[in-house]
């Protein structure tokens, strides 16, 4: 088994296999078919939600021998280069403005991109958290940026456009990317565990998804930190809830349960529990409140689950439907 993380042994390799970013992708490719390839690009959007794997993507979508494509063909050099365990290329250069973000970083780039490429089509700069650069860094990239050479690509990557200098974004195509829906990232995560070949209880995935909050990359990394620990039985509910922090689904329905049957005690009982468990007492009202949002939504939509508005495991909300009618039944 690879020593590498989730996220890098899974990190997309084509635009196709990129999730929960068709909006971005798809005029990409669009673009790439149509030879329309700007000089410059801005991929915005919350952290670990594909724009720096889209800027590596777009660089390989370039400098392919068949390219420029849509579809890299992954068998010529620069893609073999390019290839997500692939020893990269002299001529895509990755920068971190976080630390080269200076007016000294950015005449050193300026003077070194007039150099044409050693082997690929295209010299590329994929800059990330740009963010970071400074306002003199910008002015003393702005002269190569909106007149480069023809041989000369660069791809911005920020979670914060708005920091970018104006005459920065205008001279570049802006793509913002979107955190990944719920539904679309937890059928990604089983797919992930399948070819993990590691059982994963029902209702674990959910957990997943809500500690990622929309992100790719945290998810995924939850899942690894999951997968690790796993057991010959896989990665149980219990495992999880407690690894996460999360409060256990039956405290939670213990609770609702006092609260519906007006028993003081029950729920007091179970506070209770939580405490003497070493449980968060805010993440328990964060969790519980959750619950009776999902409870409403349910009381209000009876087929809630199935129109994907909540994200609940199929064994909770089929519990809520038989106490429902229980307690609905004549006596």
């Not at 494509?69 to 990755?94: F, H, Y």
């Not at 990557?157 to 205008?170: L, N």
Request: charged share 25%; glycine share 8%; with cysteine.
């Amino acid at each position: 088994m690879s020593s590498l993380a989730l996220y890098r042994r899974y990190r997309p390799e084509t635009f196709a296999e990129v999730i929960g970013q068709e909006h971005v992708t798809g005029p990409l490719q669009q673009a790439l078919r149509n030879n329309r390839v700007n000089h410059a690009y801005l991929f915005s959007g919350p952290r670990g939600c594909g724009k720096t794997t889209s800027a590596r993507i777009l660089a390989r979508c370039l400098n392919c021998e068949k390219g420029p494509t849509p579809t890299p063909c992954g068998e010529c050099q620069s893609c073999q280069d390019l290839a997500r365990n692939g020893p990269g290329s002299i001529d895509v250069i990755e920068i971190d403005a976080a630390s080269h973000g200076g007016v000294d970083d950015a005449r050193e780039l300026r003077e070194k991109a007039f150099f044409g490429p050693a082997s690929s089509r295209y010299k590329i700069y994929i800059i990330d958290e740009a963010h970071m650069v400074t306002s003199a860094g910008f002015n003393a990239l702005l002269k190569v940026v909106e007149e480069p050479p023809e041989h000369l690509k660069f791809i911005f990557a920020t979670t914060e456009p708005e920091k970018v200098i104006g005459t920065i974004r205008s001279r570049t195509h802006h793509y913002p990317f979107r955190l990944v829906p719920p539904g679309t990232l937890r059928d990604y995560l089983g797919e992930v565990c399948g070819r993990e070949a590691i059982p994963v209880e029902d209702g674990v995935l959910p957990l997943v998804v809500r500690a990622g909050a929309g992100s790719v990359r945290d998810s995924m990394s939850v899942m690894d930190q999951l997968l690790a620990g796993a057991s010959d039985d896989g990665v149980t509910y219990a495992m999880a809830t407690s690894l996460l922090g999360y409060t256990d689904g039956s405290l939670l329905d213990s609770i609702v349960d006092a609260f519906a049957a007006t028993d003081g005690a029950a729920a007091f009982e179970v506070v209770n529990r939580v405490i003497e468990g070493g449980n968060d007492p805010r993440r328990f009202v964060a969790d519980l409140l959750e619950r009776l949002r999902d409870l409403v939504i349910l009381a209000a939509v009876p087929d809630a689950a199935e129109k994907g508005l909540i994200d609940a495991p199929p064994m909770w909300w089929s519990g809520c439907r038989r106490r429902r009618r229980s307690s609905a039944a004549p006596s």
